[in-house]
């Protein structure tokens, strides 16, 4: 007996009905939650190529920061994807901008000196974007800062609905 409800990022809340326990109320931290995410999070392709996330090199998919979303991130075939993970919101934020989900701090592998990829990250539906910040140094600005990064021919975020693409090129330092 009982009744869950799991919404569409595998975030969970109910009730089970144990032989001899009564009821017990479990969510999304729970041992039991634990389980059933890890099944459910095994097998969620989020960037819709027909391939399990967890599957990929190239693909990873987590919770937002205050757990209320699940985001995709991919790269392509060719680099490989790792340390992802959401991260609060540095100080000082951009006058207006709302983070309300956090950040994300990953690294990217397998390009060369010169070489150029992209990061595309899949929203939850009810998502919407205007403008894309980034936190960290510049080539201008060698301390951490807040900057827009939006695409500028080369470089930047463009944003088609709740997908975000960033186009990154590695410099070479020689």
């Known amino acids: 007996y009982g009744g869950v409800i799991i919404d569409a990022y595998g975030n969970f809340n109910g009730w089970a009905w144990g032989e001899n326990i009564g009821w017990i109320h479990f969510n999304s ?8 995410q890890t099944a459910w999070k095994n097998s969620y392709d ?3 190529d027909g391939t399990t996330d967890s ?4 693909v990873a998919s987590l919770h937002t920061y205050n757990r209320q979303y699940y985001v995709t991130i991919a790269v ?6 790792s340390n992802v993970q959401a991260v609060p919101v ?3 934020a951009p006058n207006g901008a ?3 989900d956090g950040m994300f701090a990953f690294t990217i592998s397998g390009l ?3 070489g150029a990829t992209t990061v595309t990250f899949y929203l939850p539906a009810n998502t919407t974007c205007t403008t894309y910040y980034k936190y960290g140094k510049t080539p201008d600005n060698n301390s951490d800062h807040w900057y827009e990064f939006m695409y ?3 470089t930047g975020a463009e944003i088609n609905g709740n997908k975000i693409t960033l186009h990154f090129v590695l410099y070479s330092l020689a």
């Open 29 to 36: 931290s729970s041992p039991v939650a634990y389980k059933v």
């Open 90 to 92: 540095p100080a000082g």
């Open 98 to 100: 709302s983070f309300q």
């Open 112 to 114: 060369a000196g010169g």
């Open 46 to 48: 989020g960037n819709g």
């Open 55 to 58: 599957q990929q090199g190239n």
């Open 152 to 154: 500028g021919g080369q």
């Open 76 to 81: 392509p075939e060719s680099n490989n994807l």
